[in-house]
């Protein structure tokens, strides 16, 4: 797609900088914003090419009527301040963070005896904020630890030096009930809240192994003054820290202060997970939700969200953990993609974490609108066959016989990846001799695209034959008998290996066991075999029944499939009163049925 005259000058004038571009429409409104370590070849490749990925793109490219640059330093600039415009203009064509909410944080304020208490906003006075949390369960949790820690105030008084000494205040219930010491009347000393809120603070950052070591040199120091009862309460604490950290402790405590990142995605969003560590525990944990833009890669998708959840989050970690090794570097900070051991089961915690938040989100959208799960399978599907259009009418095709006999084939409709079994077909081959699965399953496919055309019915997208390459191949030439094998996608499945097989390619596709288009196909190939299998075996009981009643004089195969046919059972030809028989084989075979039955019955 060659750039529009109006635009060329200014792209022969970008410089090959880092920098940051923004796309204006006729309206003058910014549609998108993006960085790029070098300026001109970024910008000039959305022109260069004739044929992009992504039709959101295409339309991007047609809207564009200016275009502006800013330049940077590096890189990494270039990240910073691209975050910041489209935080502030939301242009429509940019990846949409999906949880823009506020999040709370425990904040300990700025005064003499300071409260400590859980807000969403930050005023900017000198107070302590710790957070923000993505879980309100988890902060309360943690506040609650604290209260029964430590015994801090939550009255909103001056305690200044004057108020006290001019005895403003009096005890209030807290001070009754055992949650506070009473500082408003000087019944605690400043020093000793003040090293509780030491505590307090050391516990918010995550640091818990350090307050439960000088809660043990207290402990042993009262011990060694003969307070027993100061020593048993620090030894309470101590047990409570002590649970908190088993509980929240999962890899080895050496790994500290550390930022792990891990994506997964589908077709329109990413998931990104965050787990902050400190000493081993998981202090914070999140997944960020992004609306894809354009053909952006997880790459680009990780650094974009994991500069967002660090600057959310206040992280002034210097080690990421990351699942591959990113483009862009970050600087004084360093990123490593574990290999193996504890480090490498954080990343796998992460990914199972941003997995976990996707399956959710997709059940509660599904609950929304049911047709959104068959839409995603599908795309999906589309995508990993590399169709051209979306498979919504898929048919399947599976072959049945034992040692040659009784030789049958199913065929299996599915629409919008659900059976619609008011469709399904049998046939009963016709044309081919002894067990020829090759000659059969050409026959039967054949057959079935020949009605279709002749009655004007519409054909599938997809067709699926249960089968290796020998199957597919006889499948192929029927469709190019009938000259639509360019209007159809056809593949096979072999059972070995789950192995996909396409015309004209040599090398098998393997698509993720545990991707959704596989389960699919699947469930495809299975139900057409249940289906072809109770044919079958419903043949090889009828012609089993038929044998029988051909051993009557005068009961040829077309009059027993008639009996069959009409009183659905042989024991209910053998109940039949002589009329009932009559009215369709005549009296003269009804009479030699009711012989023939009463001679058997006589020897039994």
Request: charged share 30%; aromatic share 8%.
């Amino acid at each position: 797609m060659a750039a529009p005259e109006f635009l060329k000058d200014t792209l022969q004038h970008i410089p090959q900088k880092p920098g940051v571009y923004q796309y204006f429409d006729e309206n003058e409104t910014l549609i998108y914003v993006g960085k790029a370590k070098r300026l001109k070849n970024r910008v000039s490749s959305y022109f260069n090419k004739d044929k992009h990925e992504s039709g959101k793109t295409k339309l991007l490219v047609k809207k564009i009527r200016k275009i502006k640059f800013i330049l940077v330093d590096s890189e990494y600039e270039a990240l910073l301040l691209e975050n910041t415009l489209i935080k502030e203009n939301k242009p429509k064509f940019n990846i949409q963070w999906r949880d823009d909410k506020t999040y709370p944080y425990i904040v300990v304020k700025n005064e003499r005896f300071p409260r400590i208490f859980s807000t969403r906003n930050v005023i900017k006075d000198g107070s302590k904020y710790f957070g923000p949390y993505a879980s309100v369960k988890t902060m309360h949790a943690l506040l609650n630890l604290i209260k029964h820690l430590y015994r801090f105030r939550t009255c909103k008084y001056n305690l200044s030096e004057e108020n006290i000494a001019a005895k403003k205040f009096r005890l209030c219930l807290e001070y009754h009930i055992g949650n506070c010491k009473g500082p408003c009347e000087a019944l605690q000393t400043e020093a000793d809240y003040m090293q509780s809120i030491s505590h307090i603070k050391r516990i918010l950052k995550g640091h818990v192994s350090e307050v439960i070591k000088d809660l043990k040199s207290e402990m042993q120091t009262s011990a060694e003054a003969l307070d027993f009862e100061e020593a048993d309460g620090l030894k309470k604490k101590i047990s409570l820290l002590e649970n908190f950290k088993a509980r929240s402790t999962v890899v080895n405590p050496d790994i500290d202060n550390v930022d792990v990142f891990a994506i997964v995605n589908d077709d329109k969003y990413a998931y990104v997970n965050y787990l902050k560590i400190v000493q081993g525990a998981i202090v914070q944990s999140h997944t960020l939700e992004l609306k894809k833009g354009l053909e952006e890669s997880l790459d680009e998708l990780l650094i974009v969200a994991a500069f967002e959840l660090r600057k959310r989050f206040n992280s002034q970690s210097k080690e990421m953990y990351f699942p591959f090794s990113p483009k862009l570097q970050i600087p004084e900070v360093n990123v490593f993609v574990p290999q193996r051991g504890d480090k490498k089961k954080l990343i796998a915690l992460s990914e199972k974490n941003a997995r976990q938040f996707m399956i959710d989100r997709h059940r509660m959208q599904e609950k929304l609108d049911p047709d959104r799960r068959a839409d995603r399978i599908l795309s999906t599907l589309q995508k990993d066959l590399n169709m051209d259009s979306l498979p919504k009418h898929i048919e399947c095709f599976d072959n049945s016989n034992l040692q040659g006999s009784f030789p049958v084939s199913a065929c299996v409709v599915f629409k919008n990846a659900k059976p619609s079994k008011k469709e399904y077909r049998h046939f009963n081959i016709k044309t081919v001799v002894g067990p020829n699965d090759f000659a059969s399953m050409e026959e039967v496919v054949q057959r079935r695209y020949r009605r279709l055309l002749e009655e004007g019915e519409p054909l599938p997208q997809l067709i699926i034959i249960d089968g290796g390459k020998g199957q597919l191949s006889a499948s192929v030439k029927s469709l190019e008998r009938l000259g639509i094998l360019d209007q159809i996608m056809i593949i096979g499945i072999a059972k070995r290996l789950e192995e996909i097989f396409i015309p004209n390619e040599s090398v098998p596709l393997y698509i993720d066991k545990r991707s959704e288009s596989l389960k699919l196909i699947q469930n495809l190939r299975n139900e057409a075999h249940r289906f072809g299998i109770t044919h079958h075996r419903s043949k090889r009981q009828k012609a089993n029944l038929s044998s029988q009643l051909l051993d009557i004089d005068g009961i040829g195969k077309n009059t027993a499939e008639s009996l069959l046919r009409q009183f659905k059972s042989l024991k209910r030809v053998k109940e039949a009163s002589k009329e009932d028989l009559a009215a369709i084989v005549g009296q003269k075979r009804a009479k030699a049925i009711l012989d023939f039955y009463t001679v058997e019955k006589d020897k039994t």
